[in-house]
């Protein structure tokens, strides 16, 4: 097996994907190399559509992907590609009559992982990385929504894979196994991975795309993206009709997003001011 990590793992240029009349994937380009980046868009925005194409489940319409520096459009290529990457999709479909362990077996056996003995040491490994050692031979339709999530999970990282890609897989997980995803992402050297919740990608992301209606409308390290909305955050005690955009934050002081007015008490932005900021230039 290959172990070269080359410098840029994943190339994605100007890839398209349509459904249909609805242009999901609309002139992407990506690359990462090694980190974990963070996928970030409003529903429909067309990141499950993108990550299912890096994870060679879907061909796009146009444009060009290089993943491991191979080729998925070639179908030896992609043989080698499947190997190497670990997937999660949003909805895991799990067989839930298999056992945990059942699952992982199944997905290493995909992986032409010949050697039982090899399989049944990953198996333990992986199950044990998100805290299933205990529950590794019941069945999975008796596990809860949060456990079925790791199982799906630890399935994605049977093999030690070079790239994980990762749909919302912090979904359902409560907050001591979020802190454990952490340790595991921690393990691989490249992770490209969506989520609706921006502080993870601050303490998760070196870098983070926003995707808005198919296409990329950021790209930059999570810092930058806060940037966006630097001297444009201001909060005071009541609403504020020239802000752009306004909320009440949880100390019930107000929050504005927008040119701040003369005397305004200006406040350190957040990755959700800048995220905010883009989504509302959206909708303009
Ligand atoms: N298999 C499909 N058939 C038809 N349309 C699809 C299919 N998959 C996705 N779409 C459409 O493509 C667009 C992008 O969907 P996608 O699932 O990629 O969005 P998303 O960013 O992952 O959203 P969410 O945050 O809700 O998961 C949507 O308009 C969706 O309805
Ligand atoms: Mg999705």
Sequence with gaps: MTTTTTATTLEIEE??????????????????GRGVIGLLGPNGA???TLLRM???????????????????????QRTEIRRRLGYLPQSPGLYPGFTPFDLVDYVAVLKEHTDREWRREECRRVLGSVGLEDVMHRRIRKL???MRQRVALAAA??????????????????PEQRLQLRSLLAQVPTVLM?????SEVAA??????????GRVRFSGTPAELAG??????????????RAIRSWVTATGAFRHLGEPPAGAQVVAPTLDDGYLLLAREEHR
């Excluded at 890839?15 to 990462?32: C, E, N």
């Excluded at 890096?54 to 179908?75: E, F, M, N, Q």
């Design 194 to 198: 969506s989520t609706h919740n921006i």
């Design 54 to 76: 890096v994870a060679t489940v879907l061909a796009p319409d146009a444009g060009r992907l290089r993943l491991l520096g191979l080729d998925p459009s070639d179908p030896a």
């Design 228 to 241: 966006l909305a630097a001297g444009r955050v201001w909060e005071d005690d009541s609403q504020d009709p």
């Design 46 to 48: 067309g990141k499950t």
């Design 204 to 213: 998760l992301c070196q870098g983070v795309y926003v995707v808005f209606s």
């Design 144 to 146: 809860s929504g949060g």
């Design 157 to 174: 990282m049977v093999g030690g894979p070079e790239l994980l890609v990762l749909d919302e897989p912090a979904n359902g997980l409560d």
């Design 15 to 32: 890839v398209t994907k349509s459904f249909g009349g609805t242009r999901a994937v609309d002139g992407v380009s990506l690359t990462a």
